[in-house]
């Protein structure tokens, strides 16, 4: 007796620390991250109601403006009423994602603030029964990604700044919200367990979950195995990944990195510095800010955003750029313009990128490399030199040639590997790509 109650305790404790224990991925599961390893580029939507406030003229508010500017539950619940999105197209944004030669969506269903962008039957507090649009956008968007061929991924915040369960409370979302200083912690993972299920039932097919929000509590018990083995039962295909900035827990299926490459981190959030074998996401901005912003006109260049999926994708990682659509419906015009350069060059270079796995040599301040089979693409992004020296790779060398023109490239053979001549004229100002036969 004694000995089985031990037995019982033990797999109790496995549990909570072991996340979904035992995990093994259904072949549907393998298939899907070889998809997502192949699709490389993706659209990152952060919609909500804080997009009427537009970051309230702070350049550097937006999704987050709630806690940053303070306010408290009662007097956020009036944005819903506002918000109004009449121009909004699921089939003018799924056609602006395939001209940007990306592959999948990953949009925001409930992010920090707690409101449900669908119809959600757990909670009034969502898009159907609050605003005057009165309709469920995540419908109408995977209905149009289904006709056009473009994965949907739901991402879901664990954390949750109005929830009366969600206690206790963590480093957000305090005493300005105007909540009792109770709750029951189990009722909160009920609720977001029940909302998981509504988003993996009522809307065929979901390509992921992006969780985010456990760095709120990072002591915490989140019973992660309930929730992740939920998800697996409901559809097993579906891929699991989790913004907590630590090494992936058994269940997840991809591993991501906010605004950094794999393994960098310039932002202070990926302190782990570990890069499992899982497949590999980074997410990026246009601007500063993930939701709509007025005033942060601060974007990146395409040259820029595309040296970073370029490299992004000498990690083997896909690149997931955001946009923060407007209050309308509509996407700010400078994002559009920037994805349609990206998508012109996409069609032009995607084959040294599509389908690729990271290439032999990783990337440094010069570039990166990628591959497909017996096809080495050496992206040169960065150097003044005419010339580059490689390290020597495992297989030898057949040809090398500028993807621009087929002509070849005039290299030697060193005592470390090769050196390669790249006249001026030879070099594109956003990425020289050689095609290297091995
Ligand atoms: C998170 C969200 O908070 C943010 O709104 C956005 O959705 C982004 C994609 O993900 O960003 C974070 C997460 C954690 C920290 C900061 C930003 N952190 O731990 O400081």
Redesign the pocket.
Known sequence: MKKLSYLLLLVFLSTMTYAQKGYTPTNENLENREWFLDAKFGLFI?WGVYSIMAGGGDSGVA??IMNQKQIPIAQYEKLPSFFNPTNFDPAKWVSMVKKAGMKYITITSK??DGFAMYDSKVSDYNIVDQTPYGKDILKALKEECDKQGVKLFFYYSQLDWRHPDYYPRGRTGGDYTGRADEGNWKDYLDYMNAQLTELLTNYGEVGGIWF?GM?DKPDANWYLEETYSLIHQLQPGTLIGS?H?KAPYPGEDFQMF?RDLPGENTMG?NQTGTISELPLEM?ETMNGC?GFNLTDTNYKSSKQLIQTMVKAAGYGANFLLNTGPMPNGEIQPENIDTLMIMGQWMEQYGESIYGTRKGPISPSKWGATTQKGNTVYVHILNLEEETLELPSFDQKIKSIRFFDDDTKVKFKKTANGVILQLPADKRNEVDTILKVEI
Do not use: K, P, R, S
């Open positions: 952060h999704e987050w992010h920090h985010d760095w913004n900035h906010e959030f997410c993930w």
